[in-house]
């Protein structure tokens, strides 16, 4: 079956078309930060990505005839579980406008998919986007009454490490629990149970170990102290733009930090060491809510194509389960296989509601 991926981005805009597990052809299109930043808000943007993809598809000689269907990175969704759903009305609606609150360039995904599934007369997905939440109660709860933990983590490249994991050890994914982490510009560690990715931090949030662009965690009275006589906004900036990597040495290139660490530079390597060391203890952490019932470590994204790194996450939580490394990301792969699942009837496709899967607790 042949799958056209596309995949927004804040400058760039992925596709891919791919036939079964073999992609025909795959492009990363750049946009002008400037031409973009003319339109007014994510969706204005539509008609330009659009023209810029067909552009591309023009001079490359690529055509969609024969595409079984069209799939697009999710966003701006109310939370909801993971898997395969078709772009519908509502979906659509809550994407265009950014439902939950959140304008990224995702939401551009399934309007996307739907505008070239509609004029090819096929059907448009979405998979795992991120919004998936699929936590278990006891990871909603806090310390303060009226608080709640959402999580937002990198659920298309977790969930799909984990589905291809499980085939390579001759499970499915549903019968098996991992620990999974994707560790690139942001990172995530998540839980996964028979299926259910039942815990993981917030990287939105700032929650987890620091990242190249984000603090992670801190105690919150030191947090305060920090923010205080901040705007509102360069404070939440810290969480996510300019925390970590960032914070410590001017730099979210964590290449450059760990070939400055190699080289002999303390700071450097402290830092770089600190993010490893917050890492296992949040796999430890994940563990213990698996109750050590883990059937894997799993590694993804574009930092774990550092030796060094693995083997340090080995050597301290190797005696968990085996650690299994699957460096880079695999969004358009997981979107296609995603797409191809539902039309083979191996996963059914599910219908996007628009009520968040949990609304509070009964009491």
Request: glycine share 12%.
């Amino acid at each position: 079956m042949k799958i056209f991926a596309i995949n927004p981005g804040s400058t760039s805009t992925k596709i891919a078309l791919i036939e079964d597990d073999k992609t025909l052809f795959s492009k990363n299109v750049a946009h002008d930060a400037n031409k973009l930043a003319e339109f007014d808000g994510i969706s204005a943007q539509l008609p330009y990505r659009k023209e810029t993809i067909l552009n591309l598809l023009k001079e490359d000689n690529v055509s969609l005839e024969g595409v079984d269907a069209f799939v697009g990175r999710g966003g701006g969704l109310i939370a909801m579980e993971g898997g395969v759903y078709e772009v519908d009305g509502l979906l659509l609606d809550h994407a265009t406008r950014g439902a939950n609150g959140v304008q990224h360039p995702a939401q551009l995904g399934p309007q996307l998919a739907k505008e070239f599934a509609s004029e090819y007369q096929k059907p448009a997905f979405v998979v795992n986007p991120p919004d998936v939440d699929e936590l278990q109660e006891l990871a909603r709860m806090t310390g303060l009454e009226g608080v709640y933990r959402n999580v937002h983590l990198h659920a298309l490249n977790l969930k799909e490490t984990a589905i291809r994991h499980a085939e390579s050890i001759g499970k499915k994914y549903e019968d098996c629990n991992f620990v999974v982490c994707h560790i690139g510009g942001g990172i995530s560690v998540s839980a996964h149970k028979k299926g259910k990715m039942v815990d993981g931090n917030d990287i939105v949030g700032g929650e987890g170990p620091m990242a190249p662009t984000r603090c992670g965690d801190i105690p919150a009275s030191a947090l305060i102290k920090y923010c205080a006589g901040k705007d509102p906004k360069e404070a939440k900036s810290i969480c996510t733009r300019t925390g970590g990597l960032v914070s410590w040495l001017g730099t979210s290139d964590a290449l450059e930090v760990s070939n400055r660490a190699a080289a002999g530079d303390r700071k450097a390597a402290m830092v770089w060491n600190t993010m490893i060391y917050q890492i296992t203890k949040y796999i430890g952490a994940m563990a213990a809510v698996l109750h050590g019932q883990v059937d894997g470590i799993l590694l993804g994204g574009g930092m774990v194509y550092n030796k060094e790194l693995v083997a340090n996450i080995t050597e301290a939580c190797g005696f968990i389960a085996p650690v299994s490394a699957y460096p880079g990301e695999f969004e358009m792969e997981a979107m296609a296989s995603g797409a191809i699942r539902a039309l083979k009837g191996e996963e059914t496709v599910k219908k996007y509601t628009g009520e968040p899967v949990w609304s509070g607790f009964d009491f």
